[in-house]
């Protein structure tokens, strides 16, 4: 006899619904198989017109992240052989809805963009090698393994409740970027998000800590540049301005 799961999943076309429901289908799958998989069961099977967003299938890329069975989680890292009968989906929170667990991405790549998310080196260093040592590099362990999948963002109690505030996931950004040795823009990495939509909006809540399906511990990152943000100002380095 066929391993069944049922899958209830979130349904809206922002295109023509003017209201969200759940569908439920029958899975077939077999150990081994991800969510992911059983979403693909769907699609190719059941209802070619179900969207969501998908693409390495191993945990690399970011692009399958979605709320199941209570947790913010990669779809393609939940194994079906651990999981309950029955699996409910929902799509990101804190992003608009286009089309059932397909959100729209623009404002979270918005707020990344604007934290400049690449090394930024003295003049005459421009274009050469930048070398860090092994113990340099240390400091950077787990921040790195941050994929931008979304599901810190979409945990973020302050997220949903203010479209301008930069996230959990942007601002861990920032301090993987301040904590790197080869970074030569620290005050203006610290005053970038020295005021209210930065680390100060953040409320300490860890459901990005939780939602990190790497670890990264959004959390701990904040804290670390609200800690040197205070250091700056008591030493007169960084203005108290807008904070
Ligand atoms: S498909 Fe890339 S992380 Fe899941």
């Given at each position: 006899m066929a391993n069944i799961k049922k899958f209830k999943v979130f349904r809206f076309d922002s295109?023509?619904?003017?209201k969200a429901r759940f569908e439920t289908y029958k899975v077939e799958w077999i150990p081994g198989q991800t969510v992911l998989d059983g979403l693909n069961y769907i699609r190719d099977n059941?209802?070619?017109?179900l969207a969501y967003r998908s693409s390495?299938?191993?945990?690399?890329?970011?692009?399958?992240?979605m709320h199941i069975n209570g947790k913010y989680c990669l779809a393609c890292e939940?194994?079906?052989?651990?999981?309950?009968?029955k699996i409910i989906i929902r799509p990101l929170a804190n992003l608009e809805i286009i089309k059932d667990l397909y959100v729209d991405m623009t404002p979270f790549w918005k707020k990344y963009k604007a934290i400049k998310p690449y090394l930024i080196g003295k003049e005459s260093i421009t274009g050469k090698e930048r070398i860090q040592s092994q113990d340099e590099r240390a400091h950077l362990d787990k921040v790195i393994?941050?994929?931008?999948?979304?599901s810190c963002y979409a945990a973020c109690g302050m997220n949903a409740l203010n479209d301008e505030y930069l996230g959990p996931a942007a601002l861990a950004k920032v301090n993987r970027f301040y904590l790197d040795?080869?970074?030569?823009a620290k005050d203006e990495r610290l005053a970038m998000v020295?005021?209210?939509?930065?680390?100060?909006?953040?409320?300490?809540?860890?459901n990005c800590q939780v939602a990190c399906p790497k670890e990264v511990d959004p959390t701990a990152n904040i804290a670390n540049l609200k800690r040197n943000i205070v250091s700056s100002q008591m030493s007169g380095r960084l203005s108290k301005k807008g904070v």
């Open positions: 295109a023509q619904d003017k059941i209802d070619g017109s390495c299938r191993e945990g690399v890329c970011g692009s399958c992240a939940q194994q079906l052989k651990v999981m309950p009968e393994d941050c994929i931008l999948c979304a040795s080869r970074d030569h020295a005021d209210e939509q930065g680390v100060f909006r953040c409320h300490t809540m860890f």
